[in-house]
């Protein structure tokens, strides 16, 4: 019996010594992009990105619990514009528009119930219409717990990202132009 638990007593030890070594040797930043391009000008996109109005008409995330509660703050559009979200499906969070350039890029504040994010929406022409990518950047600083999980962020957000980006492009390019 004592054999056994000393066996587990070094068998944690050496969990814990490889989940703090290892966190320490993980990214302190985790970047996840995706991109489509929608046949509407810079100047539409932006319109749309620039704003919470229309947020849940292309948002993946709307989908998964329609009845969660939203609240909307600021101005309707452009920095300072917010929109906050509680549900028990999507958990509960905010984001803030911080940055506007008209034609260019969107950057929002994003905050998961206490963990904060940046997503970005970048614009480029791209023939007759507007490649958009949307990225999401993460820091983890020296919490190793945000590191390890920071190497699931792709594979837990970029199916939503092609998804959201997806509605984008059929909300825009169903509307007359």
């Known amino acids: 019996m004592k054999t056994l638990l000393k066996g587990l007593l070094y068998l944690v030890v050496l969990l814990a010594a490889v989940f703090v070594v290892g966190g320490f040797l993980l990214p302190s930043s985790s970047h996840v992009e995706r991109s489509i391009t929608i046949d509407r000008p810079p100047a539409e996109v932006h319109a749309m990105l620039d704003s919470y109005k229309r947020f849940n008409e292309w948002s993946p995330w709307f989908e998964i619990e329609p009845t969660a509660k939203y609240a909307y703050s600021g101005p309707e559009s452009g920095v300072g514009a917010a929109m ?3 549900g028990a499906k999507v958990g509960k969070g905010s984001q803030r528009i911080t940055e506007s350039v008209p034609q260019q890029k969107v ?10 994010a940046t997503g970005i929406f970048g ?3 791209q023939g007759a219409g ?5 990225t999401l ?4 600083g020296n919490n190793l717990v945000s590191r390890w999980f920071g ?3 792709d594979s837990m957000v970029g199916k939503d990202y092609e998804k959201g980006l997806a509605k984008l492009k059929l ?3 169903s509307e007359p132009g």
């Open 123 to 125: 614009l480029q022409v």
């Open 171 to 173: 909300v825009l390019e």
């Open 137 to 140: 950047e993460s820091e983890h």
């Open 84 to 86: 906050s979200w509680e």
């Open 107 to 116: 950057v929002n504040a994003l905050d998961f119930d206490g963990t904060q």
């Open 151 to 153: 190497l699931l962020l």
């Open 130 to 134: 507007t490649r958009v990518t949307w």
